[in-house]
């Protein structure tokens, strides 16, 4: 039997990882950090979470001690690190602790498998944010990287360590690049989530209008789901490598309102520019969305575009869900948690 350790097992990736690997087998140890309440709710709505396999251990990313006990105590022969501060948003305000945990955090597991066992193979959860401001697109594995804001460069830092620690010491780190992935699962201050909870709640009463920040900024969209069997494919392959994974099709915030709007069953229209914006029902002149600074970055990321085709010819893996189905999926799941009043 294949042993896994996951971390960060309750976040969105860490949950559907840990689904993927507990279906082809794998005994999964998935750690988590202590805090006052922990909660696991993800990993409870897709049913795993008393799987006789899946083992919940504590570890904070930051403690090196931590991550060599760990190695130490499971016999394990993959690593995935999904573990991070990963709002961009926070890591303007929180930038030392965002290198602390997105930049250094991973170099401690590095360092541990290096100490424990060089023959572990090593995940690094890296990102479309380390191409920050574009150099060219679409973006790929060669394209140049310039992040903006504290979590890209702490991320970058990552990647880097990670390929340094492949070829300095033959160890089996591979590291993703993986563009936005979303899902029902995704948390609810990431913008996608932010729209579609917000739009079940207006549809329901619940709330009267969806505030948002930067309208304009343009992201390659996929399902999380379908990102995570591309992470397995990554440590599955002879050799450590980079990849790119997205898919390769672009809209902006506003367009997503439009189809979780429509979605949820309201018609929209944009009128005013940049912070006087407003999004309207035509048939009630009702704002439904209003554009509020506060929600505005330090610095932007203007538009991201992802080329997969190096993750399609090496692991044969593709998206396949289209955004469309990605936003009523989402929209579907948090009408059906608003209505019970049970929405994380
Ligand atoms: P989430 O924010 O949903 O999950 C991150 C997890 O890391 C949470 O469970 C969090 O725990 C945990 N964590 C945070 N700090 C620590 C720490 N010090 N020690 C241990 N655990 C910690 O992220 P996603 O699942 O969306 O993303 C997974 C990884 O992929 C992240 O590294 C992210 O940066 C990266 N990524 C994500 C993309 C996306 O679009 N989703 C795209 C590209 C990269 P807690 O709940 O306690 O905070
Ligand atoms: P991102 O995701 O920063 O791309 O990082 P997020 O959903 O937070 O923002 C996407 C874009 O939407 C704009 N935006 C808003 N964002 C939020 N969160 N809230 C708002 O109200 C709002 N209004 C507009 C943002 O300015 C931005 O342009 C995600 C994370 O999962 C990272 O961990 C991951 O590495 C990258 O995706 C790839």
Redesign the pocket.
């Given at each position: 039997m294949k042993t896994a350790i996951i971390?960060?097992v309750?976040?969105?990736?860490?949950a559907y990882l840990a689904q993927l690997l507990l279906e082809k087998g794998y005994r999964v140890y998935g750690?988590?950090?202590r805090?006052s309440s922990v909660n696991f709710w993800r990993i409870e709505e897709l049913g795993i979470d008393k799987h006789p396999n899946l083992h919940l251990v504590e570890?904070?990313?930051?403690d090196m001690s931590s991550s060599i006990r760990l190695m130490q105590n499971v016999g394990v022969s993959e690593i995935y690190n999904?573990?991070?501060?990963?709002f961009v948003g926070v890591s303007f305000d929180q930038p030392i602790t965002t290198a602390e945990?997105?930049g250094v955090?991973p170099v401690n597991l590095l360092e541990a498998i290096r100490i424990v066992n060089p023959k572990i193979r090593y995940y690094q959860?890296?990102?479309?944010e380390m191409f920050g401001l574009v150099q060219a697109v679409p973006q790929s594995e060669s394209t140049p990287f310039y992040p903006r804001s504290p979590y890209g460069v702490a991320?970058l830092y990552a990647h880097w360590m990670t390929v340094n620690y492949r070829e300095s010491y033959d160890i089996f780190a591979s590291s993703g690049i993986?563009?936005?992935?979303e899902s029902p699962l995704r948390?609810r201050e990431f913008v996608t989530r932010k729209i579609t909870d917000s739009f079940a709640k207006i549809k329901l009463g619940l709330l009267d209008v969806l505030e948002l920040g930067n309208l304009d900024a343009k992201r390659d969209w996929g399902f999380?789901k379908e990102y995570v069997e591309g992470m397995w494919r990554m440590l599955q392959v002879d050799e450590p490598d980079t990849y790119v994974l997205a898919t390769n099709r672009t809209e902006t915030v506003r367009d997503f309102v439009t189809l979780a709007a429509k979605a949820a069953g309201f018609e929209i229209e944009y009128k005013g520019k940049d912070e006087n914006e407003v999004g309207i029902d035509p048939n009630t002149g009702k704002v439904l969305v209003r554009v509020n600074p506060k929600f505005y970055r330090p610095a932007e990321v203007d538009l991201l575009i992802g080329d997969p085709a190096k993750a399609k010819a090496k692991l044969g893996w593709e998206p396949k869900t289209s955004l469309e189905d990605l936003c009523a999926m989402m929209v579907q799941a948090d009408l059906r948690r608003n209505e019970k009043g049970t929405s994380y």
């Open positions: 971390t960060g309750g976040g969105q990736d860490g750690t988590y950090r805090t570890h904070d990313l930051t999904l573990a991070a501060q990963s945990i997105t955090g959860a890296s990102t479309s991320k993986l563009f936005n992935h948390g999380a």
